[in-house]
């Protein structure tokens, strides 16, 4: 990959986790249920991916 594609790739990065951020802080739910929510999003995305696996067999 070309460098200044990873550097954007980085920044874009960046700037969406600050928007994440911002948007949970700034939303009036309680922690709790906005850690829930990224929890259940992540274990719905691992389970998803079915059968593959990270390492080699």
Known sequence: MPLPHFLVLIVAVILVAALTLWAA???TAPMVILAM???SAAAALHLSQGDRH???T
Do not use: R
């Open 54 to 56: 990270d390492h080699d």
């Open 37 to 39: 929510v990224a929890l």
């Open 25 to 27: 802080f700034s939303a």
